[in-house]
Nanobody
Framework: VQLQASGGGLAQAGGSMTLTCSVS????????MGWFRQASGKEREFVAG??????TTSYADSVKGRFAINRNRTTVYLRMNRLNTEDTAVYYC?????????????????WGQGTLVTVSS
């Protein structure tokens, strides 16, 4: 299975951006999905996750109220609003082996290649 994250780029502080994660060679059926990010010199961190039941979501405190995750059977979206410079990072989508939503990096088995988001002030 391959996960493909896209939609990154350059945004101004206060702006918005939507990231997309698609899958080939598999599906998101019965799988919890997550978005993580890794800023330069920092560890990878959880951003947002969604269970197979789209009513189950979780967000890092730093993005709560600004970011929204959603999904269908083949695509996961991360809508990012009110971006700030601290959101600058490489963003990764990831898939678990089951539908239970967890937030740890080690809880996810399949990873996309990442897409760079740069927010300028």
């Amino acid at each position: 299975v391959q996960l493909q994250a896209s939609g990154g780029g350059l945004a101004q502080a206060g702006g918005s951006m939507t990231l997309t994660c698609s899958v080939s060679g598999g599906s998101f059926i019965n799988r919890a999905m997550g978005w993580f990010r890794q800023a330069s010199g920092k560890e990878r961190e959880f951003v947002a996750g969604i269970g197979y039941d789209v009513g189950t979501t979780s967000y890092a405190d730093s993005v709560k109220g600004r970011f929204a995750i959603n999904r269908n059977r083949t695509t996961v979206y991360l809508r990012m609003n009110r971006l700030n410079t601290e959101d600058t990072a490489v963003y990764y989508c990831a898939r678990r082996t089951n539908l239970v939503l967890l937030t740890g990096v080690n809880d996810y088995d399949d990873w996309g290649q990442g897409t760079l988001v740069t927010v300028s002030s």
